[in-house]
């Protein structure tokens, strides 16, 4: 799990449960630009929790709210306390930082 501020990049990053202690992070050219998500989808089974990050985009008769799925992530039960701890971890340094962040709506 990412653990630093700030964007990700191929540098190194300290590893949560990682023995070594470093792990090389590196993202493809294709994908280092990331996609915007204003809303998430999560569902599970038995064997791994999928993550739809989704654009929500309001509908032309103002009435359907669309949202097109534009990653889908699939993990392992293993992961989903790594990544609430990463994303803890990170949002507490955020806020520090920024200040709180408020939700809209």
């Known amino acids: ?3 630093g501020g700030g964007p990700v990049s191929d540098r190194d990053w300290q590893a949560e449960g ?6 090389k992070v590196q993202v ?3 994908i ?12 599970h089974s038995a064997h791994e929790f ?20 534009v990653a889908r992530i699939k993990v392992a039960p293993t992961m989903v306390a790594k990544i609430m701890r990463a994303l803890n971890t990170n949002m507490s340094s955020y806020e520090d930082r ?4 408020r939700e809209v709506g």
């Open 28 to 30: 493809d050219d294709g």
């Open 98 to 101: 920024y200040g709180p962040v």
């Open 32 to 43: 280092k630009h990331g996609v915007y998500s204003n809303f998430l989808v999560v569902g």
């Open 50 to 69: 999928t993550l739809d990050f989704c654009q929500v985009m309001p509908g032309s008769n103002g009435v359907n709210v669309n949202a097109e799925v």
């Open 18 to 23: 990682d023995p070594s202690g470093r792990i």
């Open 1 to 3: 799990m990412h653990n």
